[in-house]
């Protein structure tokens, strides 16, 4: 029997319910960063090639984003607490599942079947959150709390995994999803009531649409890695993202014709939810780019070792973690829509400021890094809020999938253009240590262009966004 919970007063009022969805999202942050740490050691293990274990984190990354479309339309369809309790029980099950792992070839199943499950449950812990409270400031701090959540599991994954390395097996690493996935449907269960029918829809499910979709997320997730491993010289990553753009027009013009679509884009035609989305997609270009930027300068130019390179981010992880704090009362001080534009253009100038002065020393790394940190921080809790109150009750879940669709597939894009412009200019192996003088000015270019490019398009995507939702008022 769940507990009927109807506009709680407080977030303490609605403790339950909130501890069971930051589950969720911790799961879902906390999976691939807590995994990474161990790959040398599941390799030697299981005897696993380098594109094995590639495939162990891939394939989760892979069928999690592809799904989440189909999925988010399934539980604004049958329900969404329905869905994430299904999708919790076949975490639960692929986790234990673990323990009798001998190859790598079912590990990388177990891995599959996880990332169905993240693709089950990810979008609704948004959409429930947003759905518990009527008033937007217990929105905005709901939201907030389950984001704070996740952000400490991506922080502290690698150094827990480390940690838990050192006097247990690896499979250990992925059994925690178990008692994760029993909080999270403990909470859920009892701290949200069941679907409400009159906040669903009857519409069938596309599938023709579904189909369309996962394959253009699959193939625009895949494409960046064929981009990074082979280059831009062989044929494999220009097919791949060939037949990505076709089957995302394939996919749109399916929306605008069929009768019942996957995804109708008059919901995305809306100005709070395309800006919202543009707002997301400019954060996850900066924050990939950036990213694999300072780690290969820190690294290969300066010469720092891993665990050098592991503190010279600790301003970004402090600032995601931390500044969880300040993330509500900013939104609520100047409104949703200017922190919005605010933490976006935080995150634009902190790309500019480590491509045209990163290399001049750490501490315009380091400026960079807490620019970008601060911006995104503020922009995961605002964009979910304004696609959440943009949408229709009967549509929240896919517009939460949206937004995690958008996390995964533009980190990709981002990697996939710095990594070009590095092949393109750098010569030789960027992995071989000692460069010459002529490479290390090569890749300082690389850098210089990689970096002003992202933030040319990522500033592009901002400003749009701030044309789109000027002036935009849209009840839900």
Do not use: C
């Not at 890749?443 to 789109?468: D, N, P, S, Y």
């Not at 002036?471 to 839900?476: F, L, N, R, T, Y």
């Amino acid at each position: 029997m769940s507990i009927q919970l109807t506009s709680p007063r407080s977030l303490r009022d609605a403790w339950i319910a909130l501890a069971g969805l930051s589950a969720v999202f911790l799961f879902e942050m906390l999976d691939n960063s807590i995994l990474n740490v161990a790959l040398p050691t599941i390799g030697r293990d299981l005897h696993a090639s380098t594109v094995s274990l590639q495939w162990v984190t891939g394939a989760y990354v892979v069928l999690f984003g592809g799904l989440m479309l189909l999925f988010g339309a399934i539980a604004d369809r049958f329900g969404r607490r329905r869905v994430m309790l299904t999708g919790l029980v076949v975490l639960g099950v692929a986790s234990l599942a673990t323990a009798f792992v001998t190859s790598a070839g079912e590990l990388i199943a177990v891995r599959s079947v996880m990332g169905v499950a993240a693709a089950m449950t990810t979008p609704g812990s948004i959409a429930l959150a947003f759905r518990l409270f009527d008033q937007d400031k217990l929105q905005v701090r709901a939201i907030t709390l389950i984001s704070t959540v996740g952000l400490v599991g991506l922080a502290v994954g690698p150094t827990a995994g480390g940690f838990v390395l050192a006097f247990a097996p690896w499979q250990a690493l992925l059994l925690v999803n178990v008692p994760i996935a029993v909080l999270a449907f403990i909470g859920v269960r009892a701290g949200i009531a069941a679907d409400d029918p009159a906040e669903l829809h009857g519409d069938p499910v596309d599938v023709l649409g579904a189909v369309l979709s996962t394959a253009t997320i699959v193939l625009a997730l895949l494409a960046p890695t064929l981009f990074v491993n082979e280059g831009s010289g062989s044929w494999a990553p220009w097919t791949v993202t060939v037949a990505a753009v076709a089957a995302g027009i394939f996919f749109v013009l399916r929306a605008r014709t069929a009768r019942y679509p996957l995804l109708d884009l008059k919901l995305i035609a809306r100005p709070l939810v395309s800006s919202a989305l543009a707002y997301k997609a400019a954060a996850g270009l900066a924050v990939a780019g950036l990213g694999y930027l300072v780690t290969l300068q820190l690294q290969l130019d300066w010469g720092w070792t891993p665990v050098q390179a592991s503190l010279g981010m600790l301003p970004q992880v402090v600032v995601l973690v931390a500044g969880g704090r300040l993330v509500g009362p900013f939104v609520e001080r100047v409104g949703p829509d200017r922190a919005a534009w605010i933490s976006s253009t935080a995150v634009v100038s902190g790309l500019a400021v480590f491509g045209l002065f990163g290399h001049f020393g750490y501490v315009w790394v380091a400026i960079s890094l807490v620019l970008v940190a601060a911006g995104m921080r503020v922009i995961g809790t605002v964009a979910g809020f304004n696609v959440l109150r943009g949408l229709p009750k009967n549509r929240t879940t896919i517009g939460a999938a949206l937004l995690d669709t958008a996390t995964q597939v533009t980190p990709g894009v981002g990697l996939a253009v710095t990594g070009t412009i590095l092949a393109a200019i750098f010569t030789g192996s960027i992995a071989t240590p000692n460069w010459s003088p002529q490479q290390s000015a090569q890749f300082h270019e690389a850098v210089t262009i990689a970096g002003l490019t992202l933030t040319a398009v990522a500033g592009a995507l901002v400003a749009w966004a701030i044309l789109r939702a000027r002036g935009a008022i849209e009840p839900a």
